[in-house]
């Protein structure tokens, strides 16, 4: 959290400069600040002569060899992240190595094996060039931290910051060097599985919490030790596939990609990352690993993005399966001269491009153009100056799973849990006095949720442990599972009903399992599995107070039992402190404050759906009675269930009108926009309050509202407490019809409240 009394200024994407927000205690954009390290800069200069000397005397083949990534099989084959394993012999990737040509090894973790390997490119190869190591460190190596789609409920940069830097601390002394994350996709629709890798629907929201995994995976200096490489993936637009159907294709406007789908990996680009991943998708007919137009006209000529990209697993082969490429010879020349610089696994830069180069297909001054951006980035992290970085066993035992990382593993689980509904206040539960059933297939261990390949699962919380934690070993709590994820269980659901009966409270654990929610699980029906619906209706019947703890990786449908419960906390994949961090919650030591960064519809059938749609020449009005001929479903309002921005807190906060300081805003002058918010309850609350524009008139329709800023503020019982916002015209640029950031005089709305669907907006005129 950016501490009060801060001023911030904002970039967005270049060819126009804007500042979004100033002012006191906003965590707004700080987010385009550069944070590439000195050191590392003066690395690249210092290695630039010792890197024209390396491409002068390399073969066309070692050229190839440092474009060339695959799995490492000398500490790991992740064979359940990545089925294809075209390379798993270690003594043949020995063998590779020694001649030069692999440059990269990817998803193999540990100090003392990273040097064993190191040694064979420093000692063996030719030319003695330095190995790079990456992996999906996506949410922790061993320690394991929420999934990213449940941090980004946080709303809190600062938050995102630590756990990416304790990620990468774990990270690069176990011998990694690169991380593949942040995902930076925007998610706008929840069938989509990959929905949980990344920050939710939200530009704004997505480019904070971008540059601040940057920065934490990065820290202020590439070279050190415990700094790894970041690679916002996938470039891009692949969180628009068709229907949520993952790897399918995409097909926008330009305005669109540049408003909603770039901002994100321009934010991660100037906090300082030197490494994105193309994408798997076509984006208007071209796919995103053969595409110049993403890969070298936006990213590089028009951004000066000086860093290499990586394809993501067989993407440039794929190609081929687009109808794009005729075999596998083309993907590879397609893919370099779009600007794919480094292949991933396929080995069609190794196979292809020295008979490309000898045919004049791929001229030779391509091919060392991405040879000298990959050894760039080497000399970037330091490893023509230190190839061992990150072979120590000292260090490695020291920092993985270290105890400040559990228990940032903890708050971070805390601050990530967001409270639908309270009703009754039946939450915080008592620690004694009464009888708890917890019921569900979501008490067990699948706390991790997806990518986590090295989780320490002995170190994993469960929601059992955590509470039995809490409680003590004589506490009245029972376990009933009641069925499976996806099926029943033979007496589960009599065994579930005779606990309900038996308890006072009843806490529902049900919802996605870690399979359910991941790559190439995409769910035409985003609903509690019908099992779980079957069970909690079961227990539902039985009339007791119940709690439902939703564990899920996207935005669902609620429906029936489920969404009737008295409380309703969204659990998301904590991660290593799962279970504790919900008994903190659950028993109020600490108090929800999470912020739903995805909206819950009402039905499957409005996905995709974002709170910053377009009006439409005929806006359906959410308040009854329904008019016809509106836009909006039969069976469903326009709106959602529960709103993106959405969470409640033990405490109550009520919200005075949204104020402004006066009805115009000079061209170049600023305008104050407050708000009161008063804690009317009996316990302190963390309130964010969020800041929403419209542009009423534009030369493009706009959005009904866009997050533009927020801010986070504890509340005592009784507080009351005046909230400032500063505005400036940067606030309410968009990408105009000339696809730049633009803005005409005229009239906006603005909005200070708790989520993207409350409040009566105040009213001002941009004049010029």
Same mark, same amino acid.
């Given at each position: 959290?950016?501490?009060?009394?801060? #001023?911030?200024?904002?970039?967005?994407?270049?060819?126009?400069?804007?500042?979004?927000?100033?002012? #006191?205690?906003?965590?707004? *954009?700080?987010?385009?600040?550069?944070?590439?390290? *000195?050191?590392?800069?003066?690395?690249?200069?210092?290695?630039?002569?010792?890197?024209?000397?390396?491409?002068?005397?390399?073969?066309?083949?070692?050229?190839?060899?440092?474009?060339?990534?695959?799995?490492?099989?000398?500490?790991?084959?992740?064979?359940?992240?990545?089925?294809?394993?075209?390379?798993? @012999?270690?003594?043949?990737?020995?063998?590779?190595?020694?001649?030069?040509?692999?440059?990269?090894?990817?998803?193999?973790?540990?100090? %003392?094996?990273?040097?064993?390997?190191? @040694?064979?490119?420093?000692?063996?190869?030719?030319?003695?060039?330095?190995?790079?190591?990456?992996?999906?460190?996506?949410?922790?190596?061993?320690?394991?931290?929420?999934?990213?789609?449940?941090?980004?409920?946080?709303?809190?940069?600062?938050? &995102?910051?630590?756990?990416?830097?304790?990620?990468?601390?774990?990270?690069?002394?176990?011998?990694?060097?690169?991380?593949?994350?942040?995902?930076?996709?925007?998610?706008? @629709?929840?069938?989509?599985?990959?929905?949980?890798?990344?920050?939710?629907?939200?530009?704004?929201?997505?480019?904070?919490?971008?540059?601040?995994?940057?920065?934490?995976?990065?820290?202020?200096?590439?070279?050190?030790?415990?700094?790894?490489?970041?690679?916002?993936?996938?470039? &891009?637009?692949?969180?628009?596939?068709?229907?949520?159907?993952?790897?399918?294709?995409?097909?926008?406007?330009?305005?669109?990609?540049?408003?909603?789908?770039?901002?994100?990996?321009?934010?991660?680009?100037?906090?300082?990352?030197?490494?994105?991943?193309?994408?798997?998708?076509?984006?208007?007919?071209?796919?995103?690993?053969?595409?110049?137009?993403?890969?070298?006209?936006?990213?590089?000529?028009?951004?000066?993005?000086?860093?290499?990209?990586?394809?993501?697993?067989?993407?440039?082969?794929?190609?081929?399966?687009?109808?794009?490429?005729?075999?596998?010879?083309?993907?590879?020349?397609?893919?370099?001269?779009?600007?794919?610089?480094?292949?991933?696994?396929?080995?069609?830069?190794?196979?292809?491009?020295?008979? $490309?180069?000898?045919?004049?297909?791929?001229?030779? *001054?391509?091919?060392?153009?991405?040879?000298?951006?990959?050894?760039?980035?080497?000399?970037?992290?330091?490893?023509?100056?230190?190839?061992?970085?990150?072979?120590?066993?000292?260090?490695?035992?020291?920092?993985?799973?270290?105890?400040?990382?559990?228990?940032?593993?903890?708050?971070?689980?805390?601050?990530?849990?967001?409270?639908?509904?309270?009703?009754?206040?039946?939450?915080? $539960?008592?620690?004694?006095?009464?009888?708890?059933?917890?019921?569900?297939?979501?008490?067990?261990?699948?706390?991790?949720?997806?990518?986590?390949?090295?989780?320490?699962?002995?170190?994993?919380?469960?929601?059992?442990?955590?509470?039995?934690?809490? $409680?003590?070993?004589?506490?009245?709590?029972?376990?009933?599972?009641?069925?499976?994820?996806?099926?029943?269980?033979?007496?589960?659901?009599?065994?579930?009903?005779?606990?309900?009966? &038996? #308890?006072?409270?009843?806490? $529902?654990?049900?919802?996605?399992?870690?399979?359910?929610?991941?790559?190439?699980?995409?769910?035409?029906?985003?609903?509690?599995?019908?099992?779980?619906?079957?069970?909690?209706?079961?227990?539902? %019947?039985?009339?007791?107070?119940?709690?439902?703890?939703?564990?899920?990786?996207?935005?669902?449908?609620?429906?029936?039992?489920?969404?009737?419960? @008295?409380?309703?906390?969204?659990?998301?994949?904590?991660?290593?402190?799962?279970?504790?961090?919900?008994?903190?919650?659950?028993?109020?030591?600490?108090?929800?404050?999470?912020?739903?960064?995805?909206?819950?519809?009402?039905?499957?059938?409005?996905?995709?759906?974002?709170?910053?749609?377009?009006?439409?020449?005929?806006?359906?009005?959410?308040?009854?009675?329904?008019?016809?001929?509106?836009?909006?479903?039969?069976?469903?309002?326009?709106?959602?269930?529960?709103?993106?921005?959405?969470?409640?807190?033990?405490?109550?906060?009520?919200?005075?009108?949204?104020?402004?300081?006066?009805?115009?805003?000079?061209?170049?002058?600023?305008?104050?926009?407050?708000?009161?918010?008063?804690?009317?309850?009996?316990?302190?609350?963390?309130?964010?309050?969020?800041?929403?524009?419209?542009?009423?008139?534009?030369?493009?329709?706009?959005? /009904?509202?866009?997050?533009?800023?927020?801010?986070? /503020?504890?509340?005592?019982?009784?507080?009351?407490?005046?909230?400032?916002?500063?505005?400036?015209?940067?606030?309410?640029?968009?990408?105009?019809?000339?696809?730049?950031?633009?803005?005409?005089?005229?009239?906006?709305?603005?909005?200070?409240?708790?989520?993207?669907?409350?409040?009566?907006?105040?009213?001002?005129?941009?004049?010029?």
């Amino acid at each position: 959290m950016i501490e009060s009394g801060a #001023a911030m200024t904002v970039r967005t994407p270049s060819p126009s400069r804007r500042a979004l927000l100033g002012g #006191a205690g906003l965590i707004a *954009a700080s987010f385009m600040v550069s944070v590439r390290s *000195a050191a590392a800069q003066d690395a690249r200069v210092r290695h630039a002569a010792r890197i024209d000397d390396l491409i002068a005397r390399m073969t066309t083949e070692e050229k190839a060899g440092q474009l060339s990534l695959f799995n490492d099989p000398f500490r790991f084959r992740p064979q359940e992240i990545n089925p294809v394993d075209k390379d798993g @012999d270690p003594s043949r990737l020995a063998e590779m190595i020694r001649k030069g040509q692999v440059g990269s090894l990817f998803n193999g973790v540990g100090a %003392a094996g990273a040097r064993t390997v190191q @040694d064979i490119a420093v000692k063996e190869s030719r030319l003695g060039i330095p190995l790079l190591f990456a992996a999906d460190v996506i949410h922790g190596l061993f320690t394991v931290f929420p999934a990213p789609l449940a941090e980004a409920a946080a709303w809190d940069a600062g938050l &995102a910051e630590r756990t990416a830097r304790a990620a990468a601390r774990e990270a690069a002394a176990s011998g990694i060097h690169q991380t593949y994350a942040p995902m930076v996709d925007v998610g706008r @629709d929840q069938r989509w599985g990959r929905v949980v890798e990344g920050a939710g629907e939200d530009v704004f929201l997505g480019s904070v919490l971008a540059a601040a995994r940057v920065r934490g995976f990065q820290g202020p200096d590439l070279t050190a030790k415990d700094a790894v490489l970041a690679t916002p993936k996938h470039f &891009a637009a692949y969180g628009a596939a068709e229907a949520g159907l993952d790897y399918n294709t995409v097909d926008m406007s330009e305005q669109r990609l540049r408003g909603v789908y770039l901002p994100p990996f321009k934010a991660g680009f100037d906090a300082g990352a030197l490494s994105t991943m193309s994408a798997f998708n076509e984006v208007n007919g071209v796919p995103a690993s053969g595409n110049p137009w993403l890969l070298t006209d936006i990213l590089r000529d028009e951004w000066g993005f000086e860093g290499y990209v990586v394809s993501d697993f067989t993407s440039e082969e794929e190609m081929i399966a687009h109808g794009f490429a005729e075999d596998s010879r083309d993907a590879a020349r397609i893919a370099l001269l779009a600007g794919v610089d480094m292949s991933m696994v396929s080995g069609l830069y190794n196979a292809h491009i020295p008979d $490309l180069v000898a045919k004049g297909d791929v001229p030779m *001054a391509v091919v060392d153009r991405s040879v000298r951006r990959v050894l760039g980035v080497k000399a970037a992290l330091g490893l023509f100056d230190d190839p061992y970085k990150g072979s120590d066993v000292d260090v490695e035992r020291r920092e993985v799973n270290a105890a400040e990382h559990h228990a940032l593993a903890r708050e971070a689980g805390r601050k990530s849990v967001v409270m639908l509904k309270n009703d009754g206040d039946l939450l915080p $539960l008592p620690k004694t006095g009464r009888r708890i059933a917890v019921i569900g297939p979501a008490a067990d261990e699948d706390v991790f949720g997806p990518w986590t390949i090295w989780g320490d699962r002995t170190r994993a919380i469960s929601l059992e442990s955590g509470l039995r934690a809490a $409680l003590g070993p004589d506490a009245a709590l029972t376990f009933v599972r009641g069925s499976d994820p996806e099926g029943a269980m033979a007496g589960g659901m009599e065994a579930a009903v005779a606990a309900a009966k &038996a #308890a006072d409270v009843v806490i $529902l654990a049900i919802g996605e399992s870690t399979p359910m929610s991941a790559e190439a699980q995409s769910r035409a029906e985003i609903v509690v599995p019908e099992p779980q619906q079957a069970l909690a209706e079961a227990v539902k %019947a039985v009339g007791k107070p119940t709690v439902v703890l939703l564990r899920t990786g996207r935005g669902l449908a609620l429906e029936g039992a489920v969404k009737d419960a @008295d409380a309703i906390l969204v659990t998301w994949f904590l991660g290593s402190q799962h279970g504790h961090a919900l008994a903190d919650l659950l028993f109020g030591d600490h108090a929800p404050q999470g912020r739903l960064p995805v909206s819950f519809p009402h039905v499957s059938g409005q996905q995709p759906f974002h709170y910053d749609h377009k009006p439409t020449g005929r806006p359906a009005d959410p308040a009854p009675p329904r008019e016809e001929y509106r836009t909006q479903f039969r069976e469903a309002p326009h709106s959602a269930a529960f709103a993106f921005g959405h969470g409640l807190t033990y405490g109550r906060v009520a919200y005075g009108p949204t104020q402004v300081a006066a009805p115009t805003m000079a061209w170049d002058g600023r305008l104050e926009v407050a708000v009161e918010v008063t804690n009317v309850g009996a316990r302190a609350a963390e309130e964010t309050v969020q800041l929403y524009v419209r542009d009423r008139v534009a030369r493009l329709t706009r959005p /009904v509202r866009e997050l533009k800023a927020f801010r986070k /503020v504890r509340l005592e019982p009784g507080e009351t407490r005046r909230v400032a916002f500063i505005l400036d015209r940067s606030t309410l640029v968009y990408i105009g019809p000339e696809n730049r950031w633009t803005v005409e005089p005229g009239r906006f709305d603005v909005w200070l409240a708790p989520d993207a669907q409350s409040g009566e907006p105040a009213r001002f005129e941009l004049t010029r």
